[in-house]
C-alpha cells in the first residue's frame, strides 16, 4: 500500500529572481500579484520591496490625508497609498496623494493624468529615493504638484513643476515654500496649512 505524497503548501510570495534580472515586469504583473504579497513598488521592470511605515509616519500620513479632505476643493479627493502608473514597467505609491474627484472609486491605481498631488513622507530607509528618484520620476510624468516632508521635526517642502529641464528632457520640479510652521500656497488651491495640525 502506497500513500500519496503531501502537497507543500507554497511558501510567501517573493519576485522571481531570473525576472527581476531581466528587469520585465510589467503593471500587468504588479496588478495580478496574490493577497498575501509584501508591499511593493515596481521600478522600471523591477518590483522593490518597501519597507513597513513606522508609527509616526503613519499618524502622519492619515492626519495631511485628513486635513487636505477637510481643506480641498470638492473637484479633488485626497487618498493614500495607491499606485499610480508612471509607465508600462513603472509604477510608485504615494504616501498621500490628490487626485481628480471624478475618478471611479473602483480604481486601483491611477494615471498620472488623474494626480495633481503627489506627497511623500521621508523616512530613514526611503531618503534617497523619496529626495530624487520619486521627484525626478513624478515630474517626468507630468504630475503638476510635490509635497515632500521630512520627520524629526515636521517640515514640509512644496514643488510645482516648472520650466527647468533636467538632462533627460523632462520638465523638473521648483521649489515654492517651505516651513515647519505654516505653508501658504496658491496651487493646487488656495492653502494654509498650519504645520502643527498633522504633526503626530
Known amino acids: 500500500m502506497t500513500t500519496e505524497p503531501t502537497a507543500t503548501p507554497p511558501g510567501p510570495w517573493h519576485p522571481d529572481p531570473m525576472r527581476q534580472q531581466r528587469a520585465d515586469y510589467t503593471?500587468?504583473?504588479?496588478?495580478a500579484m496574490p493577497d498575501d504579497a509584501?508591499?511593493?513598488?515596481?521600478v522600471d521592470g523591477v518590483f522593490q520591496v518597501m519597507p513597513f511605515p513606522t508609527l509616526?509616519?503613519?499618524e502622519l500620513s492619515s492626519l495631511l490625508c485628513w486635513w487636505l479632505r477637510s481643506h480641498g476643493p470638492t473637484g479633488l479627493r485626497a487618498t493614500q497609498a495607491i499606485g499610480v502608473?508612471?509607465?508600462?514597467?513603472?509604477s510608485r505609491r504615494p504616501d498621500v496623494l490628490l487626485c481628480h474627484?471624478?475618478?471611479?472609486?473602483d480604481r486601483s491605481s491611477l494615471r498620472p493624468s488623474d494626480v495633481v498631488l503627489a506627497v511623500?513622507?521621508?523616512?530613514?530607509?526611503t531618503r534617497r529615493i523619496d529626495r530624487f528618484a520619486k521627484p525626478g520620476e513624478y515630474a517626468a510624468a507630468g504630475i503638476p504638484f510635490y509635497w515632500r516632508i521630512e520627520q524629526d521635526p515636521v517640515h514640509v517642502y512644496a514643488?510645482?513643476?516648472?520650466?527647468?529641464?533636467?538632462?533627460?528632457?523632462?520638465?523638473?520640479?521648483?521649489?515654492?515654500?517651505?516651513?515647519a510652521d505654516v505653508i501658504e500656497l496658491a496651487?493646487?488651491?488656495?492653502i494654509k496649512l498650519p504645520v502643527a495640525e498633522i504633526t503626530p
Open 187 to 190: 496651487e493646487p488651491f488656495d
Open 56 to 58: 509616526g509616519h503613519q
Open 38 to 42: 509584501p508591499r511593493v513598488e515596481l
Open 159 to 179: 514643488y510645482r513643476i516648472g520650466d527647468r529641464v533636467g538632462p533627460g528632457g523632462q520638465r523638473q520640479y521648483e521649489l515654492v515654500a517651505d516651513g
Open 101 to 105: 474627484a471624478d475618478v471611479p472609486s
Open 27 to 31: 503593471l500587468e504583473d504588479l496588478l
Open 120 to 125: 511623500e513622507i521621508v523616512s530613514p530607509s
Open 85 to 90: 502608473e508612471l509607465g508600462p514597467d513603472t
